[in-house]
């Protein structure tokens, strides 16, 4: 299933209506995935950024490949403070 991500997290959070702080948000990951994503796409052209996940659901947030011997890897965590 593919992944979308939002030019604008703006628009997500009213397409959402969530807008509430940061720190109480659901789905705070997904931010962060989303604006890690901006950014790549700012740097690399769209169509070489690839999510990966295995059969036993294990994935690597985004795969920005080049050629298909060379690549880089990027995983994408977030820690909320205690």
Sequence with gaps: MPKVFFKDSGMRSIAL?????????????QLIENYVFNRLSELYDKDIIRFWRSTDRQEVEFIVSASFKEGLAFEVKMKCPA
């Excluded at 940061?22 to 789905?27: L, S, T």
């Design 17 to 29: 209506n969530r807008l509430c702080d940061f720190k109480d948000r659901e789905g705070q990951g």
